[in-house]
């Protein structure tokens, strides 16, 4: 479910270590510690080809000294490092490098607690303390794409879709919001008809800053 974990793998690693919980899958994959790549994806079709792409993957990390990653690979692993996503697993700016902090590993499956991104929810009672972009879903995206943020006070606040060269090519909201959560929706339109695949960018202006998100756009 949203907010919960999949345990893919049980190994305690050469150095030995502590038992992990019963994985959540059947089997298991070698994943190296020093170079690899992990796919979250929302169907069981077996992926291909050594940099990840298409709409089934919600999620995308490489580590150490991966070939592919989400703008720069986080650290390397072993068997007493691991790396977590920051701010309780919500922080996710599309660079894994940035994303994610070293630590002991902690090891996860479908019976844990779960945890909830406050930014997943259109009402709750988390104190709203600065302005927030979230994590566009579904990403990749081959239809419709949304688009959540949050607002600490009423503010006028611009959100545009740039292609990579930083140019605009949609504008999804362009006034003044009440503070709360918020969400717009981007079907894909452009100023030149349907948006090509490729990578884009969402872009949040409010308040004299700046908030950026990347999306990929399947076809």
């Excluded at 893919?8 to 089997?27: H, K």
Aim: one cysteine or more; aromatic letters at 6%.
């Amino acid at each position: 479910p949203p907010g919960g974990y999949y345990l893919v793998q049980e190994a305690a690693g050469s150095g030995g270590g502590a038992s992990l919980p019963d994985p959540d899958a059947i089997g298991s994959i070698a994943i190296g510690a020093t170079a690899g790549k992990v796919a979250l994806v929302s169907n069981n079709i077996p992926l291909s080809g050594s940099c990840l792409t298409g709409a089934s993957i919600v999620d995308f990390v490489g580590y150490g000294g991966a070939n592919c990653s989400e703008t720069a690979p986080t650290a390397a692993l072993d068997n007493t490092i691991a790396d977590f996503r920051d701010a309780g697993g919500c922080l996710d700016t599309d660079n894994n490098l940035e994303d994610f902090t070293e630590a002991a590993p902690q090891p996860r499956n479908s019976s844990s607690p779960i945890s909830v991104c406050s930014y997943w929810l259109a009402v709750g009672d988390v104190s709203l303390t600065e302005f927030s972009l979230g994590s566009p879903t579904p990403n990749p995206v081959a239809g419709t794409l949304r688009v959540p943020f949050a607002l600490q006070r009423d503010e006028a606040v611009r959100l545009d879709v740039l292609d990579i060269q930083g140019r605009v090519v949609w504008t999804l909201m362009d006034g003044t919001l009440s503070s709360g959560r918020h969400d717009v929706t981007w079907t894909g339109v452009s100023k030149r008809g349907m948006a090509r695949s490729g990578v884009y960018f969402i872009r949040m202006q409010v308040a004299g800053r700046s908030y950026v998100r990347r999306v990929m756009v399947t076809r």
